[in-house]
């Protein structure tokens, strides 16, 4: 079997054009230098992922900020999309970007993990910009917060969504759900019992600093963004001796990109074909 690793990528970038009131990251406006800083990083990143000689490769971007609204995140979409040793490119996103450029990627390859928050953006826009997806034939899934506020508007983007797109829907930090809540949002999400609760973690095999790792813009490589040691660095090589199974080191794990690489989950069965892009199998 051909090894097969997937990176998590997050640059410097922490700017966003929604200013959404549950984000820490809402309306933050980064410097021209640190700008510049982040477009380097990334084609250092991109062009270590071309030379990559090692296996099969796939990579998630999960920016602070919206990476698509930048012309070198697009780019490198479509770039990546095209390399023959690349799996699946896929992007967490509010997709508020133009939609042309992504005709030049391979839509075998590219993938888009679009969230939708109400108040940023109108339901038809949004709804356009899905349909725009649609006919570019990519793959791509579309979630909320589950705020309170969002139930009515998730409601009806699920009623105007087409049936073969999968509506997520996030647990909101730091709220509890009540049965009947979370039964209203399961609703919408049969999957959203995963994301009702943190999973405990601590002591549990987990797929992070073996055939997963997320990586920072200066190249430090960790097993996932949550625990924060380093594992070496992506550019010199030295974090190839470093992946190996391990057990996860943190009491519990509450965010989809981290759990669903836990072994205790069915989730790689549940998303087969389709993790990093957040689509079930057979949706």
């Known amino acids: 079997m051909t090894p097969h690793l997937t990176v998590l990528y997050r640059g410097p970038l922490a700017?966003?054009?929604?200013?959404c009131p549950y984000c820490p990251f809402a309306k933050r406006r980064d410097s021209p230098e640190q700008l510049r800083a982040d477009r380097a990083a990334l084609e250092r990143f991109a062009a270590w992922a071309a030379a990559y000689r090692d296996g099969e490769l796939s990579v998630l971007f999960t920016p602070w900020g919206e990476g698509l609204v930048r012309s070198w995140y697009r780019r490198a979409m479509v770039e990546l999309s095209r390399l023959p040793h690349l799996r699946r490119v896929a992007i967490q996103t509010n997709f508020s970007c133009r939609s042309d450029w992504v005709a030049e990627g391979d839509p075998e390859r590219l993938a888009f993990w679009v969230t939708y928050h109400p108040g940023q953006v109108s339901q038809e826009r949004f709804l356009a910009k899905c349909r725009e997806l649609t006919a570019l034939g990519v793959r791509y899934s579309v979630g909320v917060v589950g705020e309170p506020d969002h139930l009515a508007p998730a409601r009806r983007?699920?009623?105007e969504l087409p049936d073969g797109v999968y509506l997520w829907v996030n647990a909101a930090d730091g709220r509890s759900y009540t049965d009947a809540?979370?039964?209203e949002w399961a609703a919408l999400d049969p999957l959203f019992g995963y994301s009702r609760?943190?999973?405990?973690?601590?002591?549990?095999?987990?797929?992070?600093?073996?055939?997963?790792?997320?990586?920072?813009?200066d190249g430090t490589v960790r097993r996932c963004h949550f625990v924060r040691p380093p594992l070496g660095n992506l550019y010199d090589g030295s974090y190839r001796a470093q992946l190996r199974p391990r057990p996860?080191?943190?009491a519990v794990c509450d965010c989809h990109i981290g759990y669903v690489h836990l072994e205790t989950l069915p989730l790689y069965d549940v998303f087969a074909g389709g993790v990093l892009e957040r689509i079930p199998h057979g949706w």
Do not use: I, M
């Not at 700017?15 to 200013?19: L, T, W």
């Not at 609760?197 to 813009?217: E, F, I, N, Q």
């Open 15 to 19: 700017s966003c054009d929604y200013d």
């Open 157 to 159: 983007l699920r009623a």
């Open 181 to 183: 809540e979370a039964a």
């Open 197 to 217: 609760d943190p999973h405990p973690s601590a002591g549990r095999p987990c797929r992070t600093g073996d055939s997963v790792v997320s990586v920072d813009g």
């Open 248 to 250: 996860c080191p943190l």
